[in-house]
């Protein structure tokens, strides 16, 4: 519904984050999902956005992920949301035991349920993903702030790595120009989603031009 509208291409972005991904965050630490299933409807909302012409086929998939104001398209990976809302689950469930019985009731119940399906083991599992060997302990006193900023870290490390796509934010980098002015025509609100989606591609070496086949 949201991609049929006649919304432009941050507000629609906006609207997907607002709107359908917030009812998956409702499930998330009350119905056990696997991996598998998470990165099922990352890659069935890609498809969905290629089919509206709103991604390029060709177009790098990180960008997508990254912030606005760091040069990517905002969207919310669902693998990251999935993330950050067992961790907060976890968090709240570590530090508001003496709040009343509910809680006390919840944590009962995470005891007695089985590695996997434990919240509290999961938000650790991720928790010890994201951080690096020298950093553990830091993880554990920044709590939920330091994780969530992990995972946006991870989104810009796999663009930056990309062989071809790499290249567009390797230039910015080296031109010692500011960001900010350089990304700022992603946080309008007057382009089109062809329009943006066609510009990314441009930018990401995605386009095969006559000159790219030459050279």
Excluded at 171 to 195: H, M, P, Y
Aim: include cysteine; charge should be positive.
């Amino acid at each position: 519904m949201i991609l049929k509208s006649e919304l432009n291409a941050r507000n629609k972005i906006t609207a997907i984050g607002a709107l359908a991904v917030r009812v998956l965050r409702y499930s998330f630490g009350i119905i056990n999902c696997r991996t598998e299933e998470i990165k099922k409807i990352d890659r069935k909302t890609r498809k969905m956005l290629t089919m509206y012409k709103m991604h390029h086929p060709k177009a790098d998939i990180g960008r997508l992920y990254v912030k606005r104001k760091e040069g990517g398209r905002g969207l919310v990976q669902i693998g990251v949301a999935y993330k950050a809302e067992i961790i907060t689950i976890a968090e709240y469930l570590n530090t508001n035991y003496k709040e009343g019985e509910f809680v006390n009731i919840v944590k009962s119940h995470e005891s007695t349920q089985p590695n996997t399906n434990s919240i509290i083991n999961t938000a650790a599992k991720i928790t010890e993903e994201l951080s690096q060997p020298n950093e553990k302990s830091d993880a554990k006193q920044d709590g939920i702030q330091h994780t969530k900023a992990r995972l946006g870290e991870s989104l810009n490390k796999k663009w930056k790595k990309k062989v071809m796509h790499r290249q567009y934010i390797r230039n910015v980098d080296r031109q010692l120009i500011g960001e900010e002015d350089t990304f700022l025509w992603l946080s309008r609100r007057d382009l089109k989603t062809e329009t943006e989606s066609e510009i990314v591609a441009a930018q990401g070496q995605a386009l095969q031009t006559k000159y790219y086949a030459t050279k």
